[in-house]
């Protein structure tokens, strides 16, 4: 069992950054790819982001490219999510999540069905 916490939510203007983390409760870095999902108010959980083991590979939701970063840290267990240029569309309840390698490998690693766990969420608010 993997629990997952996530931080570093909060209310920005529009053009504003924030950045989250999550951290595992055990030991994740060969184990399992890390993503980060949203889920905007009234709408489904889609996939913003993904790091795979080693966290050299890395992949973006369309709407997120050229302005969100993800990062790991192994040695800490942690997850980072560097949001710049946010925008109102942005809004949502964030969640960290963990998937096994051979999900991700098989590029499903921001489908929310192929998740193994969750964490919470952190609400992030960006008003125009």
């Known amino acids: 069992q993997v629990q997952l916490v996530e931080s570093g939510g909060g209310s920005v203007q529009d053009g504003g950054s924030l950045r989250l983390s999550c951290v595992a409760s055990?030991?994740?870095?060969?184990?399992?790819?890390m993503g980060w999902f949203r889920q905007p108010p009234g709408k489904e959980r889609e996939g913003v982001a993904a790091?795979?083991?080693?966290?050299?590979?890395?992949q973006y939701a369309d709407s997120v490219k050229g302005r969100f970063t993800i990062s790991r840290d192994g040695a800490k267990n942690t997850v980072y999510l560097q949001m710049n240029n946010l925008k109102p569309e942005d809004t949502g309840m964030y969640y960290c999540?963990?998937?096994?390698?051979?999900?991700?490998?098989?590029?499903?690693?921001?489908?929310?069905?192929?998740?193994?766990?969750w964490g919470q969420g952190t609400q992030v608010t960006v008003s125009s």
């Open positions: 055990a030991y994740t870095s060969s184990t399992y790819c």
């Open positions: 790091v795979f083991v080693g966290g050299g590979r890395t």
């Open positions: 999540a963990a998937q096994e390698t051979r999900y991700c490998s098989a590029g499903y690693s921001l489908y929310r069905n192929y998740v193994r766990y």
